[in-house]
């Protein structure tokens, strides 16, 4: 429960502060109706995705997040459908980070697929 306030406290700073910078983000021809916002506060260095909308898939393939932070990719976890109430991501905050969305098969993949990259997201 903690940690559920405290990232709705993060995502009201993040939305609120002036420091905080806004990314759009569109997809590439692989997913050329993704539409999405990244937020990003230097200052209190948090960064947030907001998905809008997210292009049909077969069943048996996902949309997953990744950001390389010094040099190492993680996996941020398969994105919901953007109708999904969790419509902030949390993403780690790091200096001239980029972050990734790509398609995986269904259920996610332990490390990316970068020919399947439909976005990125540079801050």
């Not at 569109?26 to 907001?50: F, H």
């Not at 200096?95 to 995986?104: F, G």
Request: charged letters at 25%; glycine letters at 4%; proline letters at 6%.
């Amino acid at each position: 429960m903690r940690a559920q306030l405290e990232d709705v406290r993060n995502q009201f700073i993040v939305l609120q502060n002036p420091e905080t910078k806004k990314y759009t983000v569109k997809g590439n021809r692989k997913a050329q109706e993704l539409k999405a916002v990244a937020y990003i506060n230097p200052v209190k260095r948090l960064s947030y995705l907001n998905v809008s909308k997210l292009p049909h898939l077969p069943k048996d393939q996902c949309y997953q997040m990744w950001t390389e932070v010094n040099g190492e990719m993680l996996n941020l976890g398969i994105i919901k459908e953007a109708n999904s109430q969790e419509k902030l991501l949390a993403l780690p905050y790091a200096e001239d980070a980029v972050s990734y969305i790509t398609i995986e098969p269904k259920g996610g993949n332990k490390s990316p697929s970068v020919e399947n990259i439909v976005a990125n997201i540079a801050f």
